[in-house]
């Protein structure tokens, strides 16, 4: 059954911790990608990848870190830099830059 | 940077009314999707448009591609409360890097 996975769906941590949000794919798709949705806003692009060991920065990296050792995986580690965390997380994947992208259910990360 | 414009930003209708949201881009585009994503849940892909003129319909949604390629629209006739959700358009900029620009979003609400 193919598809993209997230986890996990809630995840909640202290100010000032780092977190790690893990994203899968298995849809043999070269191009990744991590946004953030604000409530009531659009997707804003934080980093995306578009092919193993290589990444490129968003709009909104700052704060940030990914990385892209697998094709199936690209995890995203909210660093503590990061000064308003508290977010819904979704990943994405796509064949190619500019194909249709798959989402994955999302993470809400709440930082307390 | 380049963007790609999307509005209205919200939109409340009564149940069976009609319903429109535009996209626009200051800069040609190769092609443009759209997606919906329900409330608590993530963007899922209606269609893509990659003709200059082109139009496509989904039952009920017809799905616009500009002549000139900067613009979209999608129509909702006579909403359903399965309607509700944020409908986002992303182009493909001709010019820059290859990859998706994500509209702002515009949230359906129905009044049933």
């Known amino acids: 059954d193919g598809g993209i996975t997230q986890s996990p769906k809630y995840l909640f941590r202290k100010e000032g911790q780092n977190v790690t949000l893990s994203c899968e794919q298995n849809?043999?798709?070269?191009?990744m990608y991590w946004y953030r949705q604000d409530p009531g806003q659009g997707l804003r692009l934080i980093y995306y990848?578009?092919?193993?060991?290589?990444?490129q920065k968003g709009d909104i990296a700052e704060g940030y870190s990914v990385s892209r050792e697998k094709k199936e995986s690209f995890p995203l580690t909210v660093t503590s830099a990061q000064k308003n965390p508290t977010a819904f997380y979704l990943c994405?994947?796509?064949?190619?830059?500019?194909?249709?992208?798959?989402f994955g259910p999302g993470t809400r990360l709440t930082v307390l | 940077g380049q963007q790609v414009m999307q509005i209205p930003q919200y939109q409340h209708v009564q149940e069976g009314e009609d319903f429109t949201t535009y996209c626009n881009s200051s800069?040609?585009?190769?092609?443009i999707q759209w997606y919906k994503q329900r409330p608590g849940g993530h963007p899922v892909f209606l269609i893509q448009?990659?003709?200059?003129?082109e139009v496509k319909k989904q039952k009920r949604l017809t799905f616009q591609f500009g002549e000139a390629k900067k613009n979209s629209s999608l129509h909702i006739t006579a909403t359903q409360t399965t309607d509700v959700g944020t409908y986002f358009c992303?182009?493909?900029?001709?010019?820059?890097?290859?990859?998706?620009?994500f509209g702002q979003g515009t949230r359906l609400t129905i009044n049933p």
């Open positions: 994405a994947s796509s064949r190619g830059a500019a194909d249709t992208q798959y």
């Open positions: 849809l043999n798709h070269d191009a």
């Open positions: 990848s578009q092919i193993v060991n290589d990444f």
């Open positions: 800069t040609t585009l190769s092609n």
């Open positions: 448009l990659v003709k200059s003129g």
């Open positions: 992303a182009g493909e900029l001709i010019q820059g890097a290859q990859k998706l620009v």
